[in-house]
Nanobody, 126 residues
Framework: QLQLVESGGGLVQVGGSLRLSCAAS????????IGWFRQAPGKEREGVSC????????FYVTSEKGRFTISRDNDKNTAYLQMSSLKPEDTAVYYC???????????????????WGSGTQVTVSS
């Protein structure tokens, strides 16, 4: 069974940090690009960051590149999103997603993803 499971969310104060994890199972992890997306209440799901199959290329869809860092460990079948200097507007459900053998730079989109996790809640309190 193909599966992505997010973890690491929680309640954090403004300025704090969290590291989200995305554990994959049931498929060949290093053949899939991985993306992190988020959805705040009443808003559409939006891209945050994506990483290529090897981890060599990273993409930051939002303006969070300076605060967020995406990475992956193919030996552990796990991807990560390190978030720092968190703001109240970062509050959302964070999802990881996967797409097989992505090419180019336009694949880091909600519509391109083939497999989704169920999400993990991140709440930043002021």
């Amino acid at each position: 069974q193909l599966q992505l499971v997010e973890s690491g969310g929680g309640l954090v104060q403004v300025g704090g940090s969290l590291r989200l994890s995305c554990a994959a199972s049931g498929f060949t992890f290093d053949r899939y690009g991985i993306g992190w997306f988020r959805q705040a209440p009443g808003k559409e799901r939006e891209g945050v960051s994506c990483i290529s199959t090897s981890g060599l290329y990273t993409f930051y869809v939002t303006s969070e590149k300076g605060r967020f860092t995406i990475s992956r460990d193919n030996d552990k079948n796990t991807a990560y999103l390190q978030m720092s200097s968190l703001k109240p507007e970062d509050t959302a459900v964070y999802y990881c997603a996967a797409v097989m053998t992505p090419y180019g730079e336009d694949w880091c989109e909600v519509a391109e993803m083939e497999l989704w996790g169920s999400g993990t809640q991140v709440t930043v309190s002021s």
